[in-house]
């Protein structure tokens, strides 16, 4: 529903309130549970913005036809993923479900009282009291119109009384059902979906003085902001990419597959689900509306990191006659880490932002880097680009071009690459190519990485100089 601007409404004052708990006369008993009668609740939050909740409440429906109320629930549900059923097979049968979010708030009740009538108290500082005006809603579109007294006034500053609250509005978001009932007492199950819930992964990465080692640590931060609080929750958390359909018209599913599992250091307890991670909160935890809640995920020390410097090429150099290309171009650095149990991990990786620190020499821990990873699994490399080198530098010249035909040319390069560290360094000076490549010569090995990329292992004495030089035919047509 959209907002209202109401800038005159001082305040509300409801009579008859109590209508919200009684029962339509001649109509099914109206039943009300709330979180109070929370035996168990557990969450599946998925990094998709969404989450599946499961409920057991115990609820006293009584026999026969029951309206039963379910408050508490996310303000985000997707109604139309709701389930319900008893704990006793065939002792409930629903016959109707509604989702009623048409929510009590001064600018609802006034949309609903348009052409009725209410009152207006307005303080009068001569008399010091209070003044009692008849009115009645006119319009409510850009403000609040009133006619008092026989005549249509607006901006009208008062305490607004309704005689009673609409059956049609209610406090919170709400499940109702209507439901057939063969026994009381029922232990009920109810599952939907909500949107509003996410979480994502977050790394330290802390690397010794020879960026040799590392300690790696793994946050887990979760955000619930579907408008409903989950006390005492068994929280489960999903990586992957889910595939949902567009309009969010269908179910997941919430269960594993029988597999093994692996308990990170940390709290959690991770599983292979279908094509996907699943990480269980080994103890359950208070999920509440509007919060950032951290859980460690997992801690591995002495992880080793090889860290690469690296030089890029472009695969349109080889098209044309460029003459000097580049000039102390930037090398870029990484860190490339082994996710495997023999280098201390070996452990499903989720998505996330890798930060990375490193001691100077008073022993203060100093940022120098972050990147985003992709959910990583076992045995795979992580590689985390840190930024451009400081030191190391290289320039890119043509030497020569020749065009052999109108999609076929030969040319001459040569490569300087400059290192100004008082230790020595290798670069990886790596040249996309595309169509059909012959290197025809070149002055140091080269490694064909694959069909569109070669690459030189250069290299580089301590506060030297080194040249790489080379001839490739490309033909592109």
């Given at each position: 529903m959209r907002k209202l601007a109401l800038a005159p409404l001082l305040g509300v004052v409801v009579a008859g309130a109590s209508a919200l708990a009684q029962p339509r006369s001649g109509g099914p008993r109206n039943v009300r549970s709330t979180s109070d009668q929370r035996e168990e609740v557990s969450i599946t939050v998925y990094n998709q913005n969404f989450g599946l909740v499961r409920e057991i409440r115990n609820v006293d429906v009584g026999t026969g036809r029951a309206?039963?109320?379910?408050?508490?629930?996310?303000?985000?549900i997707q109604p139309e993923t709701v389930s319900i059923k008893s704990a006793a097979a065939g002792a409930l049968r629903v016959l109707e479900q509604n989702y009623r979010y048409d929510l009590l708030s001064p600018a609802t009740m006034l949309a609903k009282y348009v052409g009725k009538k209410i009152k207006v108290y307005r303080y009068d500082e001569k008399l010091g009291t209070e003044q009692a005006f008849d009115a009645e809603v006119v319009s409510v579109a850009q403000g609040v119109v009133l006619k008092i007294?026989?005549?249509?006034?607006?901006?009208?500053?008062?305490?607004?009384?309704?005689?009673?609250?609409?059956?049609?509005?209610i406090a919170q978001p709400t499940l109702v059902w209507l439901l057939d009932s063969q026994q009381p007492k029922q232990k009920i199950e109810v599952t939907y979906i909500a949107g509003g819930m996410t979480w994502k992964s977050d790394y330290v990465l802390v690397v010794d003085d020879k960026d040799a080692l590392a300690d790696l640590s793994g946050w887990v931060t979760l955000v619930n902001q579907s408008g409903a609080s989950y006390q005492n929750a068994k929280l489960k958390l999903v990586a992957g990419d889910v595939q949902r359909v567009s309009g969010?018209?269908?179910?997941?599913?919430?269960?594993?597959?029988?597999e093994p599992m692996k308990k990170a250091e940390q709290g959690?307890?991770?599983?292979?689900?279908?094509?996907?991670?699943?990480?269980?909160?080994?103890?359950?935890?208070?999920v509440l509306d509007n919060e950032q809640k951290q859980v460690s995920l997992l801690r591995a020390g002495g992880v080793r990191v090889d860290k690469k410097l690296v030089f890029f090429g472009q695969q349109y150099w080889y098209r044309g006659s460029y003459g000097q290309t580049l000039s102390n171009q930037k090398?870029?650095?990484?860190?490339?880490?082994?996710?495997?149990?023999?280098?201390?991990?070996?452990?499903?990786?989720p998505k996330g932002v890798v930060r990375v620190y490193k001691a100077d020499r008073s022993g203060?821990?100093?940022?120098?880097?972050?990147?985003?990873?992709?959910?990583?699994?076992?045995?795979?490399?992580?590689r985390i680009k840190m930024g451009?080198?400081?030191?190391?530098?290289?320039?890119?010249?043509?030497?020569?071009?020749?065009?052999?035909?109108?999609?076929?040319?030969?040319?001459?390069?040569?490569?300087?690459?400059?290192?100004?560290?008082?230790?020595?360094?290798?670069?990886?000076?790596?040249?996309?190519?595309?169509?059909?490549?012959?290197?025809?010569?070149?002055?140091q090995p080269y490694t064909k990485k694959d069909a569109f990329t070669f690459t030189f292992a250069v290299k580089i004495p301590a506060r030297g100089e080194t040249k790489v030089t080379y001839r490739v035919r490309v033909k592109w047509c």
């Open positions: 309206a039963l109320e379910m408050r508490d629930v996310a303000r985000t007294n026989g005549e249509i006034t607006f901006d009208f500053k008062g305490r607004f009384a309704f005689p009673e609250v609409p059956a049609n509005l969010d018209d269908r179910r997941d599913y919430d269960g594993a597959k029988d959690f307890r991770e599983e292979s689900f279908f094509e996907y991670h699943l990480y269980t909160l080994e103890q359950p935890t208070s090398v870029s650095v990484f860190l490339d880490i082994e996710n495997t149990e023999k280098n201390k991990l070996g452990i499903a990786l203060a821990q100093q940022f120098i880097g972050e990147d985003a990873i992709d959910h990583t699994p076992r045995d795979e490399k992580v451009e080198a400081f030191d190391v530098v290289g320039d890119r010249r043509q030497t020569d071009f020749k065009s052999l035909g109108s999609c076929v040319s030969e040319s001459a390069w040569e490569i300087a690459l400059r290192n100004h560290k008082d230790t020595a360094v290798e670069v990886e000076d790596v040249e996309p190519v595309g169509g059909d490549w012959t290197v025809t010569q070149s002055s």
